[in-house]
Nanobody
Framework: QVQLQESGGGSVQGGGSLKLSCVASGNINRRGCMGWFRQAPGKEREGIAVIDVDGSTDYADSVKGRFTISKDNADNVLYLQMNSLKAEDTATYYC?????????????????WGQGTTVTVSS
């Protein structure tokens, strides 16, 4: 499994922006589909953005048009640009890799996870 380390979380006012990064220990092109997930207190982990090896992307309806997933294959970094943040975006954000089949937005479809970075959006 690949080691993943997220960073970039913090506190921001509603309407603001943050950019999360996830550094992988190996070649991310070998990890298949990768994604960003989030988990708010008392809620299940939800998939919000995924990117495949060919660069194709998919987003949860809740973040579509506001969040953008991208990757830097040379530096093995996965990014999540988050704009127009809302209070309901408050959560711990995780990156995931080593997709093993199934829905790409399902947490059960991934074998490798980072430790998470916390995002707090005040209204």
């Amino acid at each position: 499994q690949v080691q993943l380390q997220e960073s970039g979380g913090g506190s921001v006012q509603g309407g603001g922006s943050l950019k999360l990064s996830c550094v992988a220990s190996g070649n991310i092109n070998r990890r298949g589909c990768m994604g960003w997930f989030r988990q708010a207190p008392g809620k299940e982990r939800e998939g919000i953005a995924v990117i495949d090896v060919d660069g194709s992307t998919d987003y949860a309806d809740s973040v579509k048009g506001r969040f953008t997933i991208s990757k830097d294959n040379a530096d093995n970094v996965l990014y999540l640009q988050m704009n127009s943040l809302k209070a309901e975006d408050t959560a711990t954000y995780y990156c995931a890799a080593d997709w093993r089949g199934g829905s790409t937005l399902a947490a059960t479809s991934y074998n490798s996870w980072g430790q998470g970075t916390t995002v707090t959006v005040s209204s």
